[in-house]
């Protein structure tokens, strides 16, 4: 390519170059429209409805600048529903992926002749809805009657009957429990994937050079599958950020906001509003703190990740 | 080599034999505890009240359908089962040809903005459903769809098809070339080569992609409430499940009834797929 190509041949030639692949922005343009409607307009425009104040009912949105995100930054509500967001997924994220490593490695074992089977066991709360896990696990944890309360009482374990879900001390870490038992399969899953990765010959080497039982585990599968580990853990927390519906079909968010996260919160102002009229635009600036704050800490982990791969460099080298 | 993979981990003290027996009995003894509140779910659903109440074992002494067929009359279970379907199908339908054509141009072919496009998707990738929420529920109802089941299934559309996208454009762009300048010298056309030609070729991620949708369509739950809230007949299983509950929760065996009959189809099509499925959730983390 020449230096000195004149601006207007430098057109003709994009032109040319985006002509001749016509056939592939056709092909693009059924993922675009869903793309685009569905993921990158709600981005941008839920910046703009964030300035307006609009319960959605009429066209009377009113613009309001910054007003909704000073009110947001006052409302205590908001802080604790935003707090407890992060504690749910840093509380859910390590317990679930060390649970799924410890049954993952187990049946990877190649003695275990009923590991499909007992793989499809763990993952079957994956396949079912959250709505009816919401509804099963408040009937079993129910303090009238519910079987894990009457087990307890058999045992002796308590005198009285703990109520899981209507104790705000007790509810987030309840939620947290059913949240872990029903997502830990799709965890196992990317972890067998990544300990398929591990090269035969490697269980060979530690024979011969006697290394044995969980030191294997230890030295020499830890590291190799740590890469899978970072990705496992990003996907995990976006999951657990995302705990909506396990929350709603099951406290709804109470009792007295101690398990509103983050979603229940904008889910309250926008459509749950009981008689009062829905705020639409002070829920958007909610949903876009709430966003920019997830994808500043994304962008963060992957600037650590890419910080930690560079220096690890001239080793692997 | 994957299954090679799989050696056993040396302990001297007891005989393989001896230790794939007690490593079974324990993980079987975990499985039993892990699937106890679905066991307990179907067996719930075939006792009436009283006997759920007095807490009897786990196998029902006079089993009963009528928890069945009260669920399926008195909460709509029939009519929500047929919306959760449409929206279910309809949606996989068509995020599963969006995806793969978009996923197929992105992953091998190069032209003016491909880079900008794997931004945007990069960019988008973890944002949260209440961020989008407002906005999408709004455009649903401009465009004329804000109370209609055809909204709710476009919307679902957005869940996962980012990754989705990504999925075939890794799978596609490893393909080696050969098949393709084959095809183009016997003037297979462009679109005929996708179709009979790589689609085929990417039927694991097809089937994941197909898979992770079904279950998304049929487990999500803030869309349809949302736009189903002023509208009770178009409900999908979640929220009518969700909403049943609400009006009765004091009958736990018209509940469990309900909540069986809402996850058989996925349990079914999971383990019949499962193979496919987990193979390719394992490719996609492995890619």
Known sequence: ?317 | MPHDARVAIRQPALSPRMRRVLISVVLAAVCAVWIYPLLWMISASLKDNAAIFANEGLIPGQPTFENYVRAWKEANIGSYFFNTVFVTVGSVLLVTIASSMMGYVLGRRRFVGRGLIFALIAFTIFVPQGYTIIPIFDLLTRIGLGQSLWGVMLATCGGSFVIFVLLFAGYFSQIPNELEEAAKMDGVSFVKTFWYVMLPLARPIVVTVVVMQTLYAWNDFLLPLVVTLANPSIRTLSVGVYAFRGENFIDWGGMTAASTISILPVVILFLFLQRYFIDGLAGAVKG
């Open chain 1, 1 to 317: 390519m020449s230096d000195f190509t004149v601006s207007s041949s430098l057109t003709r030639r994009l032109g040319a170059r985006i002509w001749s692949s016509r056939v592939d922005y056709l092909f693009l343009v059924p993922g675009m429209l869903i793309f685009g409607a569905f993921i990158l307009y709600p981005i941008f425009a839920a910046e703009y409805f964030s300035l307006l104040n609009w319960s959605g009912f009429d066209a009377n949105a009113k613009f309001v600048g910054l007003a909704n995100y000073v009110e947001l930054l006052r409302d205590p509500f908001f802080w604790n529903a935003f707090g407890r967001s992060f504690l749910f997924t840093l509380s859910t994220v390590p317990a679930q992926m060390i649970i799924s490593l410890i049954i993952a490695i187990i049946l990877n074992n190649k003695l275990l002749k009923l590991s499909a089977l007992f793989r499809t066991m763990i993952f079957l709360p994956v396949v079912t809805p959250v709505a009816v896990i919401g509804i099963v696990m408040t009937i079993m944890l129910s303090p009238f009657n519910g079987p894990i309360n009457m087990a307890i009482l058999d045992i002796g374990l308590l005198s009285r009957p703990l109520d899981f879900l209507g104790d705000p001390d007790l509810v987030l870490w309840t939620l947290a429990a059913i949240y872990v038992w029903k997502w830990v399969g799709v965890t196992m899953v990317y972890w067998l994937a990544a300990l398929q990765t591990v090269p035969a010959e490697l269980y060979e080497a530690c024979k011969l050079d006697g290394v044995k039982g969980w030191q294997v585990t230890l030295y020499v599968i830890m590291p190799m599958i740590m890469p899978f580990a970072i990705v496992i853990a990003l996907i995990s927390a976006i999951s657990a950020l995302n705990v909506f519906p396990l929350i709603m079909s099951m406290t709804q968010g109470g009792p007295y906001f101690a398990s509103e996260v983050m979603e229940v919160y904008i889910f309250r102002y926008a459509f749950a509003t009981a008689g009062a009229i829905p705020r639409l635009g002070y829920a958007s600036a909610a949903g876009v703190f709430f966003g920019l704050a997830i994808m500043s800490l994304t962008i963060l982990q992957v600037l650590a990740v890419r910080h930690l791969r560079n220096r690890e460099k001239p080793h692997a080298a």
